[in-house]
């Protein structure tokens, strides 16, 4: 079965600064990759996707970029954190674009 | 536009209870529907899948029923134990869709109390 990392569990940054958060993959080769943020109280918002290395969609315009250098490993990044970037980031994989095991989490929070 | 609702948006219950809660969803085509588990502060871990043809799967004491005409799913919990207190968050994938095309409910936040 497939295991989604993710580091780091929690991150205070000041706004303005930069962010990158790191998600890998075990088990299985050529996933699917998803960015979602999920806002207190809210669902999962499907920012970005990658359905191989260096091939990126986004769902949503924002402050935010995706990155894939390598088949097992996607990268969140921003130049410049705004407060409304605040909330729990997940990772997500999977062999299909229906298959999709989560990661823990990083809850990112803006100040 | 494709929506997913969930019912009731929060429950307490008495632990060993059993509970039901709902999903309606307007996607279409449909391909599947995915209950999943989201304790807090952690990812959401999935319980059952459902396609077209399926309409029961049962995950130890988590039964998801899903009703194609109607557009209705529901995920009943059995003797409720405290560990089962988090989100459970309905997912529905559209049929020859990407990443995109699941949309996801708000959740229904469980909490099992003694």
């Known amino acids: 079965s497939q295991t989604i990392h993710q580091w780091p569990a929690t991150l205070v940054q000041p706004v303005g600064s930069p962010l990158s958060l790191e998600c890998t993959v075990e088990?299985?080769?050529?996933?699917?990759l998803y960015w979602y943020r999920q806002a207190a109280g809210r669902g999962l918002q499907l920012l970005f996707y990658?359905?191989?290395?260096?091939?990126i969609s986004s769902e949503v315009p924002q402050n935010l970029s995706a990155s894939r250098p390598q088949d097992r490993q996607f990268i969140l990044s921003s130049k410049k954190l705004l407060l409304s970037d605040s909330g729990f980031y997940l990772c997500?994989?999977?062999?299909?674009?229906?298959?999709?095991?989560f990661g823990p989490g990083t809850r990112l929070t803006v100040t | 536009k494709n929506q997913v609702e969930q019912s009731p948006q929060s429950l307490i219950i008495l632990e060993g209870k059993n509970c039901t809660l709902q999903?309606?969803?307007?996607?279409?085509?449909?391909?599947?529907l995915r209950w999943y588990k989201q304790d807090t502060g952690r990812g959401p871990v999935s319980l059952t899948i459902?396609?077209?043809?399926?309409n029961t799967k049962s995950n130890g004491r988590y039964t998801a029923t899903l009703d194609a005409d109607t557009k209705q799913s529901s995920l009943h919990i059995t003797a409720s134990q405290l560990s089962d207190s988090a989100s459970y968050i309905c997912?529905?994938?559209?049929?020859?869709?990407?990443?995109?095309?699941?949309?996801f409910g708000t959740g229904t936040r469980l909490q099992v109390t003694l």
């Open positions: 997500a994989g999977g062999g299909s674009s229906y298959e999709q095991y």
């Open positions: 088990g299985t080769s050529n996933p699917n």
């Open positions: 990658s359905v191989g290395i260096g091939q």
């Open positions: 999903c309606n969803y307007t996607v279409s085509p449909f391909s599947n």
């Open positions: 459902m396609t077209f043809s399926e």
């Open positions: 997912v529905v994938s559209e049929r020859g869709g990407t990443a995109s095309k699941l949309t």
